[in-house]
């Protein structure tokens, strides 16, 4: 059972990039999530969604897309990289009232 | 806009010591998560707490809720060294989804 996986783990990109992060779940769960997580910080949410075809802002979305086709997978996009988005990006997973499942984390610089 | 602030940050102690750790948060919510951090490393769930008055325990360590003072505690018992990590909670704003506000996290470092 894999659980929460993302790709890539590393990447770097150049300011005004553009990038997608994978994230698939094989739990079946309805609800996905993607967090950033910046230095010695704990993790904002950025969209999330209750199942496939619903997406919606959660508290920093600015500079981000995503969709959710299929209740696996719920990639992020990056439009236009900018410094700011240099941060650790975590993908998870639930049920309702259940805790969350969450993945390897992407590192993701700008530059 | 919920708040939730947890103390201390940061927390060295000796093997074999109890500490607690304290989590406050702003709005009301009877819903809250603790996560251990590894450094470098993913969030592993360590309890969930979804109703006032909720303990959880798991070896060394004990969580609670009291949602009217909105205070989460989490307990170490006799620390050893492997508990070295960093502890976040995190509350549910209770809107449908599992939104949550996480804290800043504790780094707790156990020295021998």
């Known amino acids: 059972n894999a659980g929460v996986t993302q790709t890539p783990k590393f990447r770097i990109l150049k300011i005004g990039q553009s990038m997608t992060l994978q994230c698939t779940q094989d739990?079946?769960?309805?609800?996905m999530y993607w967090y950033r997580q910046d230095p010695g910080m704990g993790l904002k949410l950025i969209y999330y969604?209750?199942?496939?075809?619903?997406?919606d802002k959660g508290e920093v979305p600015n500079g981000y897309n995503v969709s959710r086709s299929t209740t696996e997978d719920f990639p992020l996009r990056l439009e236009l990289a900018a410094p700011s988005q240099t941060s650790v990006y975590f993908c998870?997973?639930?049920?309702?009232?259940?805790?969350?499942?969450f993945g390897q984390g992407t590192r993701l610089t700008v530059v | 806009e919920l708040k939730v602030e947890q103390n201390p940050l940061f927390l060295s102690m000796q093997e074999g010591k109890n500490y607690t750790i304290y989590c406050n948060y702003s709005t009301t919510s009877d819903r809250l998560y603790w996560y251990r951090q590894d450094p470098g490393k993913s969030l592993e769930s360590l309890f969930v707490l979804l109703s006032n008055g909720a303990v959880k325990q798991e070896g060394r360590l004990m969580a609670s809720l009291d949602t009217k003072a909105r205070l989460s505690t989490l307990h170490i018992t006799a620390a050893v060294h492997d508990l070295s990590a960093t502890y976040f909670c995190a509350v549910d704003l209770n809107q449908g989804a599992q939104k949550l506000v996480f804290g800043q996290g504790t780094r707790l470092t156990i020295n021998p």
């Open positions: 739990m079946n769960h309805n609800y």
């Open positions: 998870a997973s639930s049920l309702t009232n259940t805790e969350a499942f």
């Open positions: 969604s209750v199942g496939a075809g619903i997406t």
